[in-house]
């Protein structure tokens, strides 16, 4: 059974760093694409970051480039997403997600993980 699992969300001034990381398992062979997405209260879910194992495509949202950064540990079975100078509208809860094409467009992934709450306060 394939499975995502999140962790490292949390409550952050301004200017503060997070790392979250995201468990991947029960895939037969790695994903060749995984992803970072938010989704703020009302908004529609957006694509923060991806990256394929692959060809070694990555991609950023315009907001958070320079910013984030993602990486995976394929011998952990782990993705990473270093956010530093966070601001508060980096607010919402993320969600790591896999699939086989790295895009910033949700439709593309077919697993998820359950999500992990960012709240920066100004």
């Known amino acids: 059974q394939v499975q995502l699992v999140e962790s490292g969300g949390g409550f952050v001034q301004s200017g503060w760093s997070l790392r979250l990381s995201c468990v991947v398992s029960?895939?037969?062979?790695?994903?060749?694409?995984v992803g970072w997405f938010r989704q703020a209260p009302g908004k529609e879910r957006e694509g923060v970051s991806c990256?394929?194992?692959?060809?070694?495509?990555?991609y950023y949202l315009d907001s958070v480039e320079g910013r984030f950064t993602i990486s995976r540990d394929n011998a952990k079975n782990t993705v990473y997403l270093q956010m530093n100078s966070l601001k508060p509208d980096d607010t919402g809860v993320y969600y790591c997600?896999?699939?086989?094409?790295?895009?910033?467009?949700?439709?593309?992934?077919?697993?998820w993980g359950q999500g992990t709450q960012v709240t920066v306060s100004s």
């Open positions: 029960g895939f037969s062979s790695a994903p060749d694409a």
């Open positions: 997600a896999a699939g086989s094409y790295a895009s910033p467009f949700p439709d593309e992934y077919d697993y």
């Open positions: 990256m394929s194992k692959s060809d070694g495509y990555i």
